[in-house]
């Protein structure tokens, strides 16, 4: 079992330490807040061993699961790395490329592999149709959320267009080539509502809109490519996956059948998925421990977690034009 220590423990990093303790391929040596009587409190709590400093934990354990607030990302992370240790880093993986690319660099120098909380590629919904989901051309994403005052020291897209960010660099082969946007603030002092439009080198036009000013919450994600479209709710953990292939000279009476202006008949079908209930969180954490004992690819690797910040600060640098 890998040794495991938790940098932060707020609302996110308690998760971790729970989830950390239940899994079979860590073992959970404990946490440090700079939070003192936060942290004094949990470990009295839940029996967690608390370090009376980073460097005290980074020295004990294999793997760092880094949960604190963004702007120490890079930090605590460069410590740990060069103490030859692996690290698991919440989104967004630092505050700047820059930051990230020297993390990238020092993981490589001293051979440890890093892996990035994008934790919505684990979504059930979102794995169910994954591999389904070849060279799309047009994608929409909605992310919306009901206001919570924790994430609002950065702007939305960095707290929630992020994730659909790197779901959607995760499926379109090719390079980003333009993009374009706009953001509102209406009660924090960055933006709280913005709509994105990505487009790529091959022709893909992904359409992004984020809120965390809404009335109810949606996470909702569509894929439209050539013969099919597909549909992830990632918050309901549902998804939808509607075909078309060339129609049967002689169709059923239930077949959906439509025809083009050419004469062209398809017919519609449906290849909706089990979407088998998960812990997101609990996977991504497991996937981190498979990679570092197989010496595998993470799934989420510290290139790709630049890759969605650069995507992500692009889109922010928008706002200011």
Request: proline share 4%; aromatic share 8%.
């Amino acid at each position: 079992m890998l040794k495991v220590g938790v940098l932060g423990a707020g609302h996110l990093g308690k998760i971790h330490l729970r989830l950390l303790e239940q899994s079979e391929n860590y073992n959970l040596v404990g946490f440090y807040d700079t939070n003192d009587k936060q942290a004094k409190s949990i470990a009295k709590e839940f029996g967690y061993h608390l370090f009376n400093s980073i460097k005290e934990l980074i020295a004990a354990v294999d793997v760092v699961d880094i949960v604190t607030p963004t702007f120490a990302h890079f930090d605590v992370a460069k410590q740990a790395i060069k103490a030859g240790k692996h690290v698991f880093i919440e989104k967004p993986i630092t505050n700047t490329v820059a930051e990230a690319e020297e993390l990238i660099d020092l993981a490589n120098t001293n051979n440890v592999k890093g892996q990035v909380g994008h934790v919505e590629r684990f979504n059930p919904a979102y794995t169910a149709v994954s591999d389904k989901i070849e060279n799309p051309m047009f994608i929409e994403a909605h992310r919306l959320a009901e206001f919570n005052p924790r994430g609002t020291d950065v702007p939305v897209v960095l707290d929630l267009m992020i994730h659909d960010i790197d779901a959607i660099l995760s499926v379109v082969n090719s390079e980003v080539k333009h993009i374009s946007a706009s953001g509102v603030s209406v009660i924090s002092e960055t933006p709280d509502i913005a709509n994105a439009r990505i487009e790529f080198e091959n022709g893909c036009v992904a359409n992004l809109t984020a809120s965390r000013i809404s009335l109810k919450n949606m996470r909702k994600s569509r894929f439209f490519q050539r013969d099919a479209y597909i549909s992830v709710d990632f918050f309901e953990k549902k998804c939808e996956v509607v075909k078309m292939k060339d129609a049967p000279k002689e169709p059923d009476d239930f077949a959906m059948i439509l025809q083009n202006a050419e004469g062209v008949k398809k017919q519609i079908y449906f290849d909706n998925p089990d979407v088998p209930p998960n812990n997101a969180i609990l996977d991504e954490l497991n996937t981190f421990a498979y990679a570092i004992n197989n010496n595998t690819t993470p799934i989420v690797s510290l290139e790709q977690g630049k890759k969605a910040l650069e995507v992500a600060l692009k889109i922010i640098d928008c706002f200011k034009q």
